[in-house]
């Protein structure tokens, strides 16, 4: 894409209001520099692209609400996988530190990277965090971002979680990809030399050569966690049979505890390097059939 193009490109995909054919088109081309094929889609993003265009099953949206997913979870998998809440509130004013413990953490329900961990009350800055906590609750981020549509309708509310502290080592976040409720790959985000990195595993915890752009790889090996089986066993349950879920676990020490699900990996911005894994997890991706006569499918059979 020529830089003339690209400018207008991003200046098209500001407006939120675009229809959302269009507005996939315009988001795939600004950032994979190629038309969007949403009638033969092959690669990963392709096909994440037109799940979110086409695929408007109503459970999605609880899946994406940090604390509706919960009854989810429960139902599925049972409470024991899931993570201690304090609080929930429908407003920044609302938080009363006074009756949180003195590690907790923070979230919005609404979207991802919202978050604030606070590991000690002593020197809080209150009035901050509700400016952060502001902010969140005023923009449906991730549907104004890139028109994710599961996000649409969600409600915007902040609750307080438990702190979750390993006893040894970080706390590593394993993000198990499956499809049509079948694991196929593990991503492990950990930190190496205080730089941020996505790892992926194939299922018997072979390290993989396989990375997303712009992402860095973990250079050692990540030791196989506890109970690996059984958190894969979680997340083919969790994912059912939906074409794509990303179903994110943390293992505190062997303790599995539920992390969230993802619909849409970083906005269907994803490149897989080498080239040729882009049309092979694509494959994995079998889409359902649109019902004759209607434009989106919003139930299964």
């Known amino acids: 894409m020529n830089s003339i193009k690209k400018i207008l490109y991003g200046l098209i995909k500001k407006n939120r209001h675009l229809p959302q054919e269009f507005y996939a088109r315009i988001f ?8 969007l094929d949403l009638k033969n889609p092959k690669n990963f993003a392709e096909k994440i692209q037109w799940l979110k265009v086409y695929y408007h099953l109503p459970i999605l949206n609880q899946f994406v609400d940090k ?46 990277n919202m978050n604030i961990i606070v590991k000690s009350k002593k020197g809080l800055n209150k009035n901050r965090n509700k400016l952060r906590m502001f902010k969140w609750m005023s923009k ?12 649409k309708d969600v409600t915007h509310r902040i609750i307080a979680e438990k702190y979750l502290d390993p006893k040894a080592g970080e706390l590593l ?8 409720g079948t694991a196929k790959f593990i991503q492990v985000d ?6 941020k990195t996505n790892t992926c595993y194939d299922l018997d915890w072979n ?19 506890d109970k690996l089986e059984e958190m894969i066993e979680i997340a083919n349950k969790l994912a059912d049979s939906h074409p794509f879920v ?5 293992n505190l020490d062997g303790k599995i505890i539920f992390g969230e699900l993802t619909l849409y990996p970083r906005d ?22 649109i019902p004759s006569g209607a434009k989106e499918i919003t139930s299964v059979s």
């Open 28 to 35: 795939y081309e600004y950032y994979h520099g190629e038309k």
């Open 67 to 112: 604390y509706a997913v919960r009854s989810y979870v429960k139902e599925k998998i049972g409470e024991g996988y899931l993570n201690e809440i304090y609080a929930v509130y429908d407003h920044p004013n609302q938080v009363d530190y006074d009756k949180l413990p003195e590690q907790f953490v923070l979230k919005g329900t609404h979207g991802s």
């Open 140 to 151: 449906n981020l991730y549907y104004a971002g890139g028109q994710e549509w599961a996000y």
């Open 173 to 180: 976040d394993y993000k198990i990809h499956c499809f049509s």
């Open 190 to 195: 950990s930190v190496f030399e205080n730089v």
């Open 207 to 225: 390290k993989m050569e396989l990375k997303q752009n712009g992402r860095n790889v973990n250079p050692g090996i990540i030791e196989r966690p």
């Open 246 to 250: 990303r179903v994110d676990l943390y």
């Open 268 to 289: 269907a911005r994803i490149k897989y390097e080498p080239e040729a894994y882009d049309k092979i997890i694509g494959s994995y991706i079998n889409l359902p059939k």
